[in-house]
T-cell receptor
Framework: GENVEQHPSTLSVQEGDSAVIKCTYSDSASNYFPWYKQELGKGPQLIIDIRSNVGEKKDQRIAVTLNKTAKHFSLHITETQPEDSAVYFCAASRANFNKFYFGSGTKLNVKP | KAGVTQTPRYLIKTRGQQVTLSCSPISGHRSVSWYQQTPGQGLQFLFEYFSETQRNKGNFPGRFSGRQFSNSRSEMNVSTLELGDSALYLC???????????FGSGTRLTVV
C-alpha cells in the first residue's frame, strides 16, 4: 500500500518567517494530495489540496508544490503568524479511492 | 452550514465492553469515513461508507465495524474493547471521491 513520509516532525519559526513541510509518497498511482491543519482539541481541517495534473497551487499565504517524478510534495507558509501554530498533516490518495494515507504530522510553533 | 457532528465527545469504557460512536455528516455529503488517531500510529483509515455501502476498508480487525443509514448518518462499533483501542476516533464526510474531507472534532475513547 501507500506510504507517506513527512518531515520535519517539529518546526519552530519566528513570526513573519516562512515554514516549509515536506512529504514523500511511494505509490505512483496516487494523484490527490490534501493538507490538513489540526489544532488542539479539534479535528483536522483541510487547508489546501493539489491534484497530480498541477505542479503548484496557492491560496493567500499558503502554497503547495508537487513533483510527480520525485514523488514528493511540500507545503509552504509565508509570513507566519502565531495562529498558524498547529499540527499539519499531508495525505495522499489514488484515483477512485476515497481512502487517504496520512503523514505522521508536523508540529509547527510560530514564536511571536 | 453545520459541520460534521460526532457524539459523544468523550467516552470511558472497560476492557471487554463494546462501544458505538455516532457521526452526522454535512448535509448533502454522502461519503462518510472513519479514522483512528493515536500518538504512535497517527491517522489510520478504518472504513468508508457511501450510500449505505462500505466502499473501502482499512487494516483493522473485525472487532471494528460500521454502518451508514439512509440519511447518511454513520455509526461505528468496536466490540471486545482492548486497551490499545484507546484513541481519538474521527469521522469525516465529503461530497465524493478525492475531495477533501471535513472532519468532526472526534470522539476520545479511553479503555481502562
Amino acid at each position: 500500500g501507500e506510504n507517506v513520509e513527512q518531515h520535519p516532525s517539529t518546526l519552530s519559526v519566528q513570526e513573519g518567517d516562512s515554514a516549509v513541510i515536506k512529504c514523500t509518497y511511494s505509490d505512483s498511482a496516487s494523484n490527490y494530495f490534501p493538507w490538513y491543519k489540526q489544532e488542539l482539541g479539534k479535528g483536522p481541517q483541510l487547508i489546501i489540496d493539489i491534484r497530480s495534473n498541477v505542479g503548484e497551487k496557492k491560496d493567500q499565504r499558503i502554497a503547495v508544490t508537487l513533483n510527480k517524478t520525485a514523488k514528493h510534495f511540500s507545503l509552504h507558509i509565508t509570513e507566519t503568524q502565531p495562529e498558524d501554530s498547529a499540527v499539519y498533516f499531508c495525505a495522499a490518495s489514488r484515483a477512485n479511492f476515497n481512502k487517504f494515507y496520512f503523514g505522521s504530522g508536523t508540529k509547527l510553533n510560530v514564536k511571536p | 452550514k453545520a459541520g460534521v457532528t460526532q457524539t459523544p465527545r468523550y467516552l470511558i469504557k472497560t476492557r471487554g465492553q463494546q462501544v458505538t460512536l455516532s457521526c452526522s455528516p454535512i448535509s448533502g455529503h454522502r461519503s462518510v469515513s472513519w479514522y483512528q488517531q493515536t500518538p504512535g500510529q497517527g491517522l489510520q483509515f478504518l472504513f468508508e461508507y457511501f450510500s449505505e455501502t462500505q466502499r473501502n476498508k482499512g487494516n483493522f480487525p473485525g472487532r471494528f465495524s460500521g454502518r451508514q443509514f439512509s440519511n447518511s448518518r454513520s455509526e461505528m462499533n468496536v466490540s471486545t474493547l482492548e486497551l490499545g483501542d484507546s484513541a481519538l476516533y474521527l469521522c469525516a464526510s465529503s461530497v465524493g471521491q478525492q475531495y477533501g474531507y471535513t472532519f468532526g472534532s472526534g470522539t476520545r475513547l479511553t479503555v481502562v
